[in-house]
Structures are given as structure tokens and as C-alpha cells.
């Protein structure tokens, strides 16, 4: 996340006329920083100068500053803020504009540049030694939708999913005799993710395998499980990142 800060100091060496930007100028100020994945969050005296915006505009710094009980000095900072990122528009002895524009370009960003690490979780690994009986038992033990099977070097080497233990064990009467190795699905089969790659790349190709899980593995060491990545998880985390931005909406 880049500090308001940096950004404050960078335009205003840029540009003399800081306090009355154009909206044009304004874009391209900071697009820059969002290519590169910085983010942006307003504090709440920002979120409180852009509701008195909006009930008062045009509205001039010093009755914006007089609202709020502050000088208008104080304020300097966050209405350059509010002005580079576009929130807010000023003309000289006008005053300022809400520009109409939400935070949701700001979030964007943020929401789909995260990495898969962020929200991984701790895979569940079992040897290829294990009977598919009891990896159906480990699954609904530990409810969860699939199992890694790893080698003595603790190397992945294969994935087994909910449907492939219920198909087998349901149609085969072996199954307490069945090494999980027999049926799992093997290496180059398997689809796996890094944990700096994006939760949106996770996403794309759970959707175009069709399946609901994803390794995530070392960088380095493609053999080597660190987490996993889950629909169920993806899924929740765009819910919650989508309510936030609606609870924070103005």
C-alpha cells in the first residue's frame, strides 16, 4: 500500500498548481502507482470532507475546514489527496466539487492484484501408502475437498479429489485394500500455483480445469506443497473485499 504521503510529495514537486488540479491532470498523476499495484485507502476525516462535499458544493476550504473544527492548513494534505486521486475537483474561487467518482478504481487494484498467499490455507497431505478408505475417512474427518499424496521425500506427487475416493469407494469393495496411489491423479497432470502469483490467476485456471483445488508450491521447488488455494476461499474473499467497498461507498 503507498502512503498518502509519497504521493503528496511527488505532485506537488510536479505541479505548482497542487490545490487546483485538473482532472485530467489528475488521472495521469497517478496511474502510474496503480499499474505498479500500490493501493490507496482514505482515512475517515477524507471519507467526512467528501460527505460535506457533496451536501454543500461548490464549498470552499475554509468552510469545509470550519465543519470540521480544524484549520485549513490542517486540511491541506487531505484535499490534495482527495483531489489527485479524483474524488474531489477545485477551481480557484469556486471552491470544491464532488466529482461523482468512488473509491471502487482506487480498490481496484488492491482487489485483483492480491497474491495467492494472502488467503492460501495448510494443505492436507497423506502418504501413497494410505488406503482410499481411509482417505475418505481423513477427507470428511477434516472436511475438507482434497488430499495431496506425497512420497517419502515429501515431494508431491499426486491429488485426489472428493469425486474420485466416493467414485471408487462406492463402486469398488476394495477399497480398505486400495493404495490412495492406485487412483490419484499424478504428476504432469496436476495444476498447481506459486504463492506470488495473483488470486485471479488462481481463479482462471480452477475454472479452466474445472476442478476446486490448486497446490500452491514453492517457486523453487515446484515439488514442494506450501498451501493451497480453494474455490471456496476465492469466492470469499471477493465477497468480503465486494462488502467492504459497498459498506465504504459514499
Not at 81 to 86: N, S
Not at 187 to 211: F, K, S, W
Not at 212 to 229: F, H, M, Q, R, S
Request: no cysteine.
Amino acid at each position: 500500500m503507498i502512503r498518502q504521503e509519497e504521493i503528496f510529495k511527488k505532485n506537488s514537486r510536479q505541479n505548482p498548481l497542487l490545490h487546483f488540479p485538473r482532472r485530467k491532470y489528475i488521472i495521469n498523476s497517478i496511474s502510474h502507482l496503480i499499474k505498479e499495484g500500490d493501493t490507496l485507502e482514505l482515512t475517515k476525516r477524507q471519507l467526512k470532507i467528501i460527505e460535506i462535499v457533496k451536501d454543500n458544493q461548490p464549498i470552499s476550504g475554509e468552510t469545509i475546514a470550519k465543519k470540521l473544527g480544524f484549520s485549513r492548513a490542517t486540511l491541506r494534505n487531505d484535499l490534495s489527496i482527495l483531489t489527485m486521486t479524483g474524488l474531489l475537483d477545485a477551481r480557484p474561487k469556486v471552491g470544491y466539487f464532488y466529482t461523482g467518482q468512488t473509491v471502487e478504481p482506487l480498490l481496484f487494484d488492491k482487489l485483483y492484484h492480491a497474491k495467492v498467499a494472502e488467503i492460501m490455507i495448510p494443505p492436507l497431505m497423506i502418504e501413497q501408502s494410505v488406503s482410499v478408505y481411509d482417505a475418505v475417512t481423513t477427507l470428511f474427518m477434516y472436511d475438507v475437498g482434497s488430499l495431496y499424496v506425497k512420497n517419502a521425500e515429501e515431494e508431491l506427487i499426486g491429488v485426489l479429489s472428493r469425486k474420485d475416493l466416493l467414485r471408487f469407494a462406492i463402486s469398488n469393495s476394495a477399497a480398505e485394500k486400495t493404495p490412495v496411489a492406485m487412483i490419484m491423479t499424478r504428476m504432469p497432470n496436476i495444476v498447481t500455483i506459486t504463492a506470488d502469483q495473483t488470486i485471479l490467476t488462481a481463479g482462471t485456471l480452477l475454472a479452466r480445469h474445472e476442478i476446486d483445488t490448486l497446490p500452491v508450491v514453492d517457486a523453487e521447488n515446484p515439488k514442494k506443497v506450501i498451501g493451497k488455494i480453494t474455490k471456496s476461499k476465492i469466492m470469499n474473499y471477493y465477497i468480503q473485499a465486494g462488502n467492504a467497498i459497498e459498506n465504504n461507498q459514499f
